[in-house]
Protein backbone atom coordinates (compact mmCIF):
# COMPACT_ATOMS: atom_id res chain seq x y z
CA UNK A 1 0.00 0.00 0.00
CA UNK A 2 2.92 2.70 0.93
CA UNK A 3 4.49 1.60 -1.48
CA UNK A 4 1.67 2.07 -4.60
CA UNK A 5 0.78 5.56 -2.90
CA UNK A 6 5.00 6.66 -3.23
CA UNK A 7 4.87 5.19 -6.80
CA UNK A 8 1.53 6.86 -7.68
CA UNK A 9 2.88 10.10 -6.39
CA UNK A 10 6.34 9.98 -8.07
CA UNK A 11 4.63 9.44 -11.27
CA UNK A 12 2.37 12.51 -10.74
CA UNK A 13 5.37 14.75 -9.91
CA UNK A 14 7.15 13.40 -12.95
CA UNK A 15 9.62 12.14 -11.22
CA UNK A 16 12.28 9.04 -12.34
CA UNK A 17 13.18 6.92 -9.29
CA UNK A 18 16.49 8.20 -9.62
CA UNK A 19 15.63 11.67 -9.19
CA UNK A 20 13.27 11.00 -6.22
CA UNK A 21 16.19 9.28 -4.44
CA UNK A 22 18.67 12.02 -5.57
CA UNK A 23 16.23 14.45 -3.65
CA UNK A 24 15.55 12.46 -0.68
CA UNK A 25 18.97 10.83 -0.09
CA UNK A 26 18.75 7.37 -0.76
CA UNK A 27 19.59 5.10 -3.55
CA UNK A 28 17.98 4.40 -6.77
CA UNK A 29 17.20 0.62 -5.67
CA UNK A 30 16.42 1.96 -2.53
CA UNK A 31 13.52 3.84 -3.97
CA UNK A 32 12.55 1.14 -6.29
CA UNK A 33 12.47 -1.32 -2.86
CA UNK A 34 9.85 1.02 -1.36
CA UNK A 35 7.50 1.07 -4.40
CA UNK A 36 7.22 -2.86 -4.18
CA UNK A 37 6.94 -3.09 -0.31
CA UNK A 38 10.06 -4.79 0.15
CA UNK A 39 11.28 -2.18 2.14
CA UNK A 40 10.20 0.61 4.36
CA UNK A 41 11.38 4.21 4.67
CA UNK A 42 12.65 5.14 7.70
CA UNK A 43 10.70 8.12 9.12
CA UNK A 44 13.05 10.55 8.33
CA UNK A 45 13.26 9.42 4.33
CA UNK A 46 8.88 9.05 4.97
CA UNK A 47 8.74 12.68 5.84
CA UNK A 48 11.39 13.43 2.81
CA UNK A 49 9.57 11.69 0.72
CA UNK A 50 6.25 13.40 1.71
CA UNK A 51 7.68 16.92 1.44
CA UNK A 52 9.32 16.20 -1.87
CA UNK A 53 5.96 14.50 -3.39
CA UNK A 54 3.61 16.69 -1.70
CA UNK A 55 1.48 14.92 -0.18
CA UNK A 56 0.84 14.62 3.43
CA UNK A 57 2.28 11.26 5.30
CA UNK A 58 -1.01 10.37 6.22
CA UNK A 59 -2.18 9.77 2.70
CA UNK A 60 1.12 8.04 2.10
CA UNK A 61 0.46 5.89 4.33
CA UNK A 62 -2.80 4.94 4.00
CA UNK A 63 -4.50 6.57 7.06
CA UNK A 64 -6.85 8.89 5.03
CA UNK A 65 -7.73 8.89 1.69
CA UNK A 66 -8.45 11.66 -0.89
CA UNK A 67 -11.89 11.70 -2.67
CA UNK A 68 -13.00 13.91 -4.86
CA UNK A 69 -16.46 14.93 -4.33
CA UNK A 70 -19.06 16.57 -6.77
CA UNK A 71 -21.95 18.86 -5.96
CA UNK A 72 -23.77 21.13 -7.37
CA UNK A 73 -21.95 20.89 -10.57
CA UNK A 74 -18.73 21.94 -8.54
CA UNK A 75 -15.86 19.45 -7.74
CA UNK A 76 -14.18 19.34 -4.45
CA UNK A 77 -10.57 17.28 -2.99
CA UNK A 78 -11.36 16.11 0.31
CA UNK A 79 -9.19 13.93 2.73
CA UNK A 80 -11.26 10.79 4.23
CA UNK A 81 -9.59 9.24 7.42
CA UNK A 82 -10.05 5.63 7.36
CA UNK A 83 -12.60 5.74 10.98
CA UNK A 84 -14.70 8.39 8.77
CA UNK A 85 -14.92 5.71 6.05
CA UNK A 86 -15.96 3.29 8.80
CA UNK A 87 -18.75 5.54 9.77
CA UNK A 88 -19.50 6.36 5.79
CA UNK A 89 -19.78 2.28 5.72
CA UNK A 90 -21.80 1.91 8.37
CA UNK A 91 -24.44 4.57 6.65
CA UNK A 92 -24.74 2.36 3.67
CA UNK A 93 -26.60 -0.14 6.32
CA UNK A 94 -29.39 2.80 6.50
CA UNK A 95 -29.95 2.99 2.13
CA UNK A 96 -32.51 6.19 2.93
CA UNK A 97 -30.68 7.93 5.21
CA UNK A 98 -27.61 6.96 2.83
CA UNK A 99 -29.38 8.46 -0.21
CA UNK A 100 -30.31 11.32 1.84
CA UNK A 101 -26.74 12.23 2.52
CA UNK A 102 -25.14 11.25 -0.82
CA UNK A 103 -28.22 13.31 -2.48
CA UNK A 104 -27.41 16.68 -0.64
CA UNK A 105 -23.94 16.88 0.08
CA UNK A 106 -23.65 20.63 0.77
CA UNK A 107 -26.35 20.24 3.60
CA UNK A 108 -24.54 16.94 4.75
CA UNK A 109 -21.38 18.33 5.11
CA UNK A 110 -22.76 21.79 7.00
CA UNK A 111 -24.39 19.31 9.19
CA UNK A 112 -21.34 16.89 10.09
CA UNK A 113 -19.06 20.45 10.51
CA UNK A 114 -22.04 21.87 13.01
CA UNK A 115 -21.77 18.24 14.69
CA UNK A 116 -17.81 18.72 15.19
CA UNK A 117 -17.80 21.91 16.82
Sequence with gaps: MLGTEIKNARKKQGLTQKQLGDLIGVSKSSINYFERDGRN????????????????????????????????????KARISSKDMEILNEFKEYPNLYRRLCNDTKRTVKLINIRLK
Aim: proline share 6%.
Design 41 to 76: PTLDHLLKLSKVLDIPVDLLLGLDKQVNIVADGEEY
